[in-house]
């Protein structure tokens, strides 16, 4: 059964600093998903990665896949107090509709 | 608005009562999804449609639980004798086939009581 896992869970990070949130997922998969969502609002897609060592950016945040380790990345870079929200990896399964998320990562930018 | 809505917004019930919500995926996608989410989770897919076809359902989707999408536009949920168990916001997404990439809509958040 394909597992998504995020960490760590909950991030309270200062102003102007870098951090990076994991995601981890247990079986292969072509394709991974990271959304953001702000608290009582749904989900906003952040990015689509589709190919190992594919890498995208936007703004102060950077993605990353690698799909030999199974692992996908999401860099903030200088963080800023509109970067707080709950960030959540999603991976395509074996089934195209089988998108599984991660329990997400509730970051908090703290002035 | 182009986007995904979802009607209510809100809906407080009590156990037992039936509930139906409306979802209005983006009109170009054929493919509709709904997930639910419960507090400090990540969304937990429930079922999807291509065009009007219902084609997958998790485990999660029990009996009481029933999704239609009759002409391929708008898909419906039906949660009948609610639970308060039931108590989540439920997300709607749609995408193109072949591209997964789901836009999600506001979602409607159930209250059990």
């Known amino acids: 059964e394909l597992k998504v896992e995020q960490n760590p869970l909950f991030l309270s990070m200062q102003e102007g600093k870098n951090y990076t949130i994991y995601c981890n997922y247990s079986?292969?998969?072509?394709?991974l998903y990271w959304y953001r969502q702000d608290p009582g609002k749904s989900l906003e897609s952040l990015f689509v990665?589709?190919?190992?060592?594919a890498v995208k950016q936007e703004g102060r945040l950077m993605a990353s896949l690698d799909t030999k380790a199974r692992l996908s990345t999401l860099h903030i870079t200088a963080a800023v107090h509109d970067l707080s929200a709950t960030y959540f990896c999603?991976?395509?399964?074996?089934?195209?509709?089988?998108?599984?998320f991660g329990a997400g990562t509730r970051l908090t930018v703290k002035p | 608005d182009t986007g995904v809505s979802q009607n209510p917004r809100h809906k407080i019930t009590k156990r037992g009562q039936n509930v139906t919500f409306r979802c209005d995926p983006i009109?170009?996608?054929?493919?509709l999804y709904w997930y639910r989410q419960t507090l400090g989770q990540g969304p937990e897919f429930l079922t999807y449609?291509?065009?009007?076809?219902?084609?997958?359902k998790s485990r999660l989707l029990s009996d009481r639980f029933s999704a239609e999408r009759p002409k391929g536009s708008f898909s419906t949920l039906e949660i009948q004798r609610t639970e308060q168990g039931d108590s989540a916001m439920y997300l709607c997404?749609?995408?193109?086939?072949?591209?997964?990439?789901?836009?999600f809509g506001p979602g409607t958040r159930l209250t059990v009581l």
């Open positions: 997404a749609s995408s193109f086939a072949g591209y997964n990439e789901q836009f």
């Open positions: 079986t292969t998969s072509d394709r």
């Open positions: 990665l589709l190919s190992n060592g």
């Open positions: 999603a991976v395509e399964g074996p089934l195209d509709n089988d998108m599984r």
């Open positions: 009109s170009e996608h054929n493919r």
């Open positions: 449609f291509q065009n009007e076809a219902q084609l997958e």
